[in-house]
């Protein structure tokens, strides 16, 4: 687990630590059980919606990815900090056994409201160096003091 | 040449139609299947004791878990798990295609095993581009037990094909 | 059906057989409910890879299937007690497996009534898959 992050501590700028997953059929299939979400589309080469969609392989779950993003904002904000607010489109579709990479950084800090808010931009990026999941998100971090 | 689906007043008015409230039980079980789905192998969605050590009423939710479907075959698609919920919009699209638009969701607490959830949705937005529809649905969801609202989530599916 | 009874049941007979069919789906949904993602159940290449032909159905969903033929037929008053098989033959998905019972023993004891039961899941062309037993209660009429 990392280490806590502080509000005195971040920078904007910032880049959060990275997070690659290459999904196979197994953990989408784990996703498709944790997830209650059981569409054919993420683990069935042979179902015909596939066809019927243009799709060419198994595709992974919007969700999976909006899960992969969650894991590096939960990161960031620590068992101290809290998340607020956290938000993804799916604007390309990841295909099961390619890399999904996912990146963040800091756009803002302020404090407002008695809290410490830092806002970051936080994204999937294909092997191609496509983003197929832009986001936002704030977060709400602890004091040193 | 004619839209592929037409917002018409019927359709506005059914925006904000609350539907009737849906609950979720948040549990050990459905919490460590839901990490392990993700690949997540942090402690804190896992193990009780050390979540409790960490100041927690129990192992946390991740963050995407917020939405799983309680499931029962009589009210549940049997696909995609989501609840038919008596209520809300019925806007009868004639797509057969359906891809996941986008997750917005805002958190006002944790979510810990054992709390129990209480969810109610309405049509939020409908936009057409091209051949494509999208819909977003807004939900609440509260704490049974304290009546705190503990997220709202925002859903965007797209409809097409 | 309505509850069966010690009394209306012989040595020999055999209870009404339960139909299952797999889909992929299905195996998914099993390995969600278990805990269980072997992928020899869903994943193909993975399946080939292990020297299998294609996909095969857990033997533990076939040991549920027959467990659930067991529980309709006990009905609410009767109950299962102990109850195994052995997964000799594979079954495939999209392909109808066939759940099978007969009576081969019925004694009251102990102030209870015990059926002896063999069981076994079949494939269409009878080929008995996963053979096993069955100790079941029923309730009496008196």
């Known amino acids: 687990m990392a280490e806590q992050t502080y509000y005195e501590d971040v920078k904007e ?102 809290e410490n808010i830092v806002e970051l931009d936080v994204w999937t990026e294909n092997d191609e160096g496509k983003k197929t999941t832009p986001g936002t998100a704030v977060v709400a971090l602890p004091s040193r003091g | ?153 925002r859903l965007t599916s797209i409809h097409l094909g | 059906m309505g509850q069966v009874y010690f009394e209306d049941v012989n040595t020999g007979d055999e209870i009404p057989q339960l139909r299952k069919n797999c889909s992929t789906q299905q195996l998914v949904l099993w390995a969600a409910g278990s805990g269980d993602f072997y992928q020899i159940h869903y994943d193909k290449d993975f399946a080939q890879s292990t020297g299998l032909k294609g996909l095969i159905v857990h033997g533990a969903l076939k040991n549920a299937f027959l467990g659930q033929l067991l529980h309709d037929w006990a009905g609410e008053a009767g109950s299962l007690r102990k109850f195994g098989c052995a997964y000799r033959g594979m079954d495939e998905p999209d392909q109808d497996i066939i759940c099978r019972g007969v009576i081969t023993k019925k004694y009251s004891e102990g102030g209870e009534h015990f059926i002896e039961l063999d069981v076994w899941t079949e494939k269409p062309d009878g080929t008995k898959t996963s053979p096993g037993t069955a100790l079941v209660t029923l309730p009496g009429r008196g």
């Open chain 1, 13 to 114: 700028g910032q880049e959060l630590p990275e997070i690659k997953i290459a999904p196979d059929k197994q953990q989408l299939v784990k996703f498709a059980a944790g997830s209650g979400d059981f569409n054919p589309l993420h683990f069935d080469e042979k179902f015909p919606m596939l066809k019927a969609m243009g799709i060419p392989d198994n595709i992974t779950h919007g969700r999976f990815k909006y899960a992969q993003v969650g894991r590096a904002v939960f990161a960031f904000a620590g068992y101290k900090g809290r998340v607020k607010r956290f938000g993804v489109s799916y604007r390309g579709m990841d295909f099961i056994n390619q890399t999904i990479t996912v990146k963040g950084v800091v756009t803002a800090k302020r404090q407002e409201g008695g």
């Open chain 2, 1 to 153: 040449m004619a839209e592929v689906f037409e917002i018409t007043d019927e359709v506005k008015a059914q925006f904000g139609v609350e539907t009737a409230p849906w609950v979720y039980e948040v549990t050990t079980t459905s919490v460590r299947m839901y990490a392990r789905g993700i690949g997540s192998t942090d402690p804190i969605h896992y193990d009780v004791d050390f979540a409790k050590s960490q100041g927690f009423r129990s192992i946390v939710a991740p963050l995407g878990y917020v939405g799983t479907p309680a499931f029962s075959p009589e009210t549940n698609d049997a696909t995609f798990g989501f609840p038919r919920r008596q209520g809300g919009a019925r806007l009868n699209l004639p797509m057969k295609g359906l891809l996941d638009g986008g997750t917005e969701t805002e958190y006002f607490d944790y979510i810990c095993a054992g709390d129990t959830l209480v969810e109610t949705s309405h049509l939020a937005d409908v936009k057409v581009k091209g051949n494509m529809v999208f819909v977003t649905n807004e939900s609440v969801f509260k704490n049974q037990a304290t009546g705190q609202v503990v997220a709202k989530q």
